[in-house]
Structure formats: structure tokens, C-alpha cells
């Protein structure tokens, strides 16, 4: 009995689907619901599993094909396990005589003394050994000769030689020496400057250029994103906060908050909190616009950008507004690791009304996001960096980090936007304020 494998329902808006790769080839022995192709669409990608417990007998999309909800991908048959038995008895048999135009099949004959033969023979070979020595044989015992060493970490090098060498950090012991003994000299080392060096390892392996047909999910992050642009009165405002506190009441409470949570205290709960605090204050922020409507959202589903190999994902983090610090941590994580993992389901990344973007985890000082569509407000992070600032009247070390609200300049006032930002740097500067939810 053969069962079909079909695209499966993909979720809202979602149609079609790319074929990324059939992780089962034909022929190949499977179990119910283990996964045998990987599909790809506009915002995750997902495994199909198997149906049945048999045999994948028939592949129907190859991969790169696009296929539509209810496509049939191939199929398999519960049979198929039993054919292939059949297979492997026939491969143990072979013709031995014909009569009478017919032939006779007996169970194929080995030669095992001729096998143990072998064996014993392969047992007495000695085993292949890598080494930089010279082993003599003797009558009585193997000997072992080292060959001169010319390590020229143990050479005694001039002094030009050595400041050239500390000066430029080379490896000495990737240098040819030409002096006595292959000792390094100054010219040895002066000749390494004409040298062209050597082609990266992507030229040497495709050539001058290469052409790679971008993947759905990066055809969507570009159309979405060039939409952005198109589509809103794109602005950005900043403005700097004083990590200090935030980062000594981690410091402090990190080893009681990870004993009793299990998580550790991070980040982007306080932004989560200060985010929502401010999204409260200022509701055209956690608002869209639909055609020549303003839908401002009463609830407060943050999403946060994450970064895999296959591209950027923004999941969402649902009621964000009723969770505590080790609730946001905990959900976080775990939203973050089903990204990097590829597991992501349409549901979390759908819902989303205001964005946090980290770009500080890279290294980014300082930038200008685009708006995650139809949202109207964007929050970007950047690393934190020990700068001189001016406290109460002296100039002290602090630990500050830039921050960026890119807004839809058509339902967001200027004062709005820099009031919420200010809003978020207030509350980030004095965390105590998002305890006591003033």
C-alpha cells in the first residue's frame, strides 16, 4: 500500500512553498512521522514527515521546485520494506547450470580458507605509521633515529631579525631561512614584503564571481524591506543611555536571580519592560496604518530580531506586558533557539505590533533600522562602549549605548517619537522606575 506525501497547509497568505532539499532518497527505509523533505516558504522553513512506516519509493518534486498547498511530493509505500527483502535474497543467489533453457538458482558458495587466508596475511602486515623519524632495524630491536631538527623557534636570532619579527607578528617557523643551517636573515624576512599573497579560499573554489539564486526567505526579507522603504515616512531619532546601573543590579542579583529562575538576568528584559512602559504612554507607536485607518493595539506583542544562517527572522514575544523579568528571559531563549534551530512556526513570527532590534550583539555603534511592516516603530541597540561623559559637573567613565527609533513619520509626531525614546532612556538609567511601574 503506497501513501502519498503532500504539501501541508503553510498558514495564512502562505501558498506555495520551495523544495529545499529531500533529506531521504529514494529507496531509502523510513519511520512514521520522521522528517523526509524540507520545504521552504516566505517566512520559515519546515519538515514534512513521513506518513507511514515503509519505504520512500517515488520523488515527485525534485529539489529548488515550487510547489503548491496539496502538491504531491512523492510518495511512500508500507510494502516497500518487504520488496527490498526480497531484493537482498535475490543479490544472495546465483545461476549454475541451465538445462532445458531453464536456470537454476543455488545460495552462492564462499571460499572461506581462502578468506582466513586473507585475514591471517593482513594481520601480519605492520600498520602504516606517520612520523618524522628514521626507524633502523636491528637484529634485536627497532632503533629510532631523529633526523636534525631545523625549528627556528629554537634559533638564536639578530636582533634586526627579532624586531622585525615582534614589529610585524610573523610566524617565524613558517619562514625559510637561506643562512647557515636554514637560520633566518634579515633579508629572508624583507623578501616576504614582495610576495603577492594567495587568492581566498571562495576564488580558488568558484571562481572570480559566483551566482546563487537567492532563497525565498531572502527574496521576502528584501521585497519586505524595500517596502518599508516605499511604503512609510521613514525618520529616525537617538539618543545615549547610562548602562551603569542596569549593569550593576545584574552584577548584584545575577547569581540570586539565576539560582531562583534558572535563567540568567539579561538585557532585554529591562528594554522589554522600559519598551512597554513607553508603548503605554505613547499608543501611536504600537499603532498601524490600514488604508485611511489608524489601528492602535491595546496589547503589546514585542518582536525581536534574530539572525540565522539562512537570513533574519523577527519572532514575536506575546503579552510582553504581563510577564515578569524571568518570564521575558526565559521566552526569549526559547524563541531564539527555535530560530537558530530552524523550527520556527508561522504563529511566532505573526503578531508583532513594535520591534527591538540588537544589533549591538554584532558589534553595531550606532544605526538606523527599517520598520518590520505594518508596524510604525522600531527599537534599535548598540553595543556598549566606556565613553566620557560630564556628571554632575566632572567627567566620568561610563558605560553607554546609543539607541535608535526609526518610526512611520506619518502617524508619529517628532515630539512623540523623541518623548518615547526619552521615555526608554529614563526608565533604563533608573530601573527601579519599571519595579515600581511609575
Given at each position: ?29 523510513v519511520e512514521a512521522d520522521e522528517p523526509i ?142 643562512g647557515k643551517d636554514g637560520r633566518v636573515l ?207 559637573g566632572e567627567i566620568k567613565i561610563r558605560p ?39
Amino acid at each position: 500500500m503506497s501513501e502519498k506525501i503532500v504539501v501541508p497547509v503553510l498558514g495564512e497568505s502562505i501558498t506555495e512553498a520551495t523544495v529545499a532539499k529531500w533529506l531521504k532518497n529514494a529507496g531509502d527505509a523510513v519511520e512514521a512521522d520522521e522528517p523526509i523533505v524540507e520545504l521552504e516558504t516566505d517566512k520559515v522553513n519546515l519538515e514534512v514527515p513521513s506518513p507511514v512506516t515503509g519505504v520512500l519509493t517515488e520523488i515527485n518534486s525534485k529539489d529548488g521546485a515550487v510547489v503548491e498547498v496539496g502538491a504531491l511530493l512523492g510518495s511512500v509505500s508500507e510494502n516497500g520494506s518487504a520488496g527490498l527483502a526480497k531484493k537482498e535474497e535475490i543479490k544472495k543467489v546465483e545461476p549454475t547450470q541451465k538445462e532445458d533453457n531453464v536456470i537454476k538458482l543455488e545460495p552462492s558458495k564462499k571460499e572461506p580458507k581462502i578468506f582466513e587466508e586473507k585475514i591471517e596475511e593482513k594481520a601480519e602486515d605492520e600498520p602504516l605509521v606517520l612520523t618524522d623519524e628514521v626507524i633502523e632495524e636491528t637484529p634485536k630491536a627497532k632503533i629510532k633515529k631523529s633526523e636534525p631538527k631545523t625549528n627556528t623557534e629554537s634559533q638564536t636570532l639578530s636582533p634586526a631579525v627579532r624586531k622585525i619579527v615582534v614589529e610585524n607578528k610573523i610566524d617565524i617557523n613558517s619562514v625559510q631561512g637561506s643562512g647557515k643551517d636554514g637560520r633566518v636573515l634579515k633579508g629572508d624576512l624583507i623578501s616576504l614584503m614582495g610576495v603577492n599573497p594567495q587568492p581566498s579560499e571562495r576564488k580558488v573554489q568558484y571562481g572570480q564571481e559566483e551566482r546563487i539564486k537567492m532563497t525565498r526567505l531572502r527574496q521576502t526579507i528584501a521585497k519586505r524591506l524595500k517596502q518599508a522603504q516605499e511604503n512609510a515616512a521613514l525618520l529616525t531619532t537617538f539618543n545615549e543611555v547610562d548602562m551603569t546601573n542596569i549593569m550593576e543590579m545584574r552584577k548584584d542579583n545575577q547569581q540570586d536571580f539565576q539560582n531562583r529562575y534558572g535563567i540568567k538576568l539579561g538585557f532585554m528584559s529591562f528594554f522589554v519592560k522600559a519598551c512597554v512602559v513607553a508603548l503605554k504612554n505613547f499608543p501611536a507607536v504600537n499603532a498601524e496604518i490600514d488604508g485611511d485607518e489608524i489601528i492602535y493595539k491595546n496589547y503589546y506583542n514585542l518582536s525581536f530580531a534574530v539572525g540565522t544562517e539562512k537570513g533574519l527572522v523577527v519572532p514575536v514575544l506575546r503579552d510582553a506586558d504581563e510577564l515578569s523579568f524571568a518570564d521575558i528571559e526565559k521566552n526569549i531563549k526559547d524563541i531564539s533557539e527555535k530560530a537558530r534551530d530552524g523550527k520556527l512556526t508561522i504563529e511566532d513570527l505573526q503578531g508583532g505590533t513594535f520591534t527591538i532590534s540588537n544589533g549591538g550583539v554584532y558589534g553595531s555603534m550606532l544605526s538606523t533600522p527599517i520598520l518590520n511592516l505594518p508596524q510604525s516603530g522600531v527599537l534599535g541597540m548598540h553595543n556598549i562602549i566606556e565613553r566620557p561623559v560630564v556628571v554632575d559637573g566632572e567627567i566620568k567613565i561610563r558605560p553607554i549605548m546609543y539607541l535608535a527609533l526609526s518610526y512611520d513619520h506619518r502617524i508619529i509626531d517628532g515630539k512623540e517619537s523623541v518623548s518615547f525614546l526619552k521615555m526608554i532612556k529614563e526608565n533604563l538609567e533608573d530601573p527601579r522606575r519599571l519595579f515600581l511601574d511609575i
